[in-house]
């Protein structure tokens, strides 16, 4: 092999170096940093690209996905002096690379400082009972602290997140009593309020039921006032039909009202249960003539003619009985 073989060769060689010198591949999910004797020229984005070989070189080689920051468990002590263990995690993202690379030294060790101290700030400016109850306002919070501190960096801070608040074990345990001391009252307050329901709801059911029932009894009074005053009504034009009869000379009229009278007398000593037998003077004669009074009415309001006068009743001697204290008739 002589003098140019080896020029040749030796060419080709120094070709391939500067190629590979001056091309570079960036993978995507990343940003190069070109630096040009040592001073920052530009950002080399995903794919081919081309550089001065032995001139530039690459600076900073920044993951630009988003990612997650695991911060440790901390103690923090609230604003009413009570101390809880607090971990968190914060979720974030290179928006630019010259800056994440030259703004800050150890950028992932600066972003956990300073989530780590705004966690204590933010937490420790707050109750414990907000700070159990509030998550939601402390990730806002903390969210848009974090992210204004570090967007000269070129971070964007996506998301924070307290995974866990641990109040210690004594306070835990006076919180669960006083829990329960508050459920006690709560189950008491609805347990009166609903007995006194209870008596309400009596109380208006016998309202309104003594309303109705005083409703029902003036109702009954005054159908019973009614029912008399109709009743006498009719007795009383009853009293007026017989009294015209007789002023017009109908002898049978006063004779129907004596029978029915009598009979309804005989009827209410029949009924009577006081005594068995009963014995009692009676003129029989009396009953029958008013009875035939009765017939001749009948036979008038039916039509049948000119009522026959009334028999005068042949009246004989009342004979004794043995106790002298009952009568025959005999007709």
């Known amino acids: 092999m002589g ?14 170096l500067v190629l590979f010198a001056g091309i570079k591949t960036v993978p995507q ?61 914060a979720f974030y993202q290179v928006l630019n690379a010259a800056q994440a690379a030259y703004q800050v030294s150890n950028l992932e060790n ?3 400082n300073l989530t780590m101290t705004n966690i204590r700030s933010v937490m420790g400016s707050m109750d414990l009972d907000e700070l159990l109850s509030n998550r939601d ?4 919070r903390l969210l848009h ?27 835990v345990d006076a919180m669960a009593r006083q829990m329960k001391a508050e459920r006690e009252k709560r189950a008491q307050v609805l347990e009166a309020e609903g007995a006194r329901n209870a008596q309400i709801l009596r109380a208006e059911g016998s309202k309104q039921s003594a309303i109705l029932q005083a409703e029902g009894q ?45 009979t309804e007398a005989l009827a209410s000593i029949g009924t009577a249960n006081n005594q068995k037998i009963v014995l009692m003077p009676m003129e029989a004669s009396s009953l029958i003539g008013s009875l035939g009074g ?4 009948a036979r ?32």
């Open 218 to 262: 003036r109702e009954a009074a005054f159908r019973d006032a009614e029912a008399r005053e109709r009743l006498a009504e009719a007795e009383a034009k009853a009293t007026r039909m017989v009294s015209e009869a007789i002023a017009a000379g109908d002898v049978q009229a006063i004779n129907y009202f004596v029978a029915q009278k009598y």
């Open 29 to 89: 999910g990343y940003r190069y940093t070109v630096e040009r004797f040592g001073r920052y020229t530009k950002t080399m984005e995903p794919g081919l690209n081309l550089i001065i070989p032995f001139i530039d070189r690459i600076g900073a080689k920044m993951n630009v996905m988003e990612q997650v920051l695991d911060v440790p468990t901390q103690e923090v002590i609230t604003k009413d002096n009570a101390s809880v263990a607090a971990d968190a995690v």
């Open 110 to 112: 600066a972003l956990l």
């Open 137 to 140: 306002t402390i990730n806002d």
């Open 3 to 16: 003098g140019m073989d080896i020029a040749v060769i030796a060419f080709v060689v120094l070709v391939v």
């Open 294 to 297: 009765i017939g001749a009415i």
């Open 145 to 171: 602290v974090v992210d204004e501190a570090a967007n000269p960096w070129g971070i964007k801070i996506t998301r924070v997140e307290l995974k866990d608040i641990a109040p210690p074990k004594d306070l």
């Open 300 to 331: 008038e309001v039916f039509g049948e003619g000119q009522p026959p006068s009334s028999p005068r009743p042949r009246q004989s001697t009342p004979r004794s009985g043995p106790a002298g204290n009952s009568s025959e008739t005999t007709s």
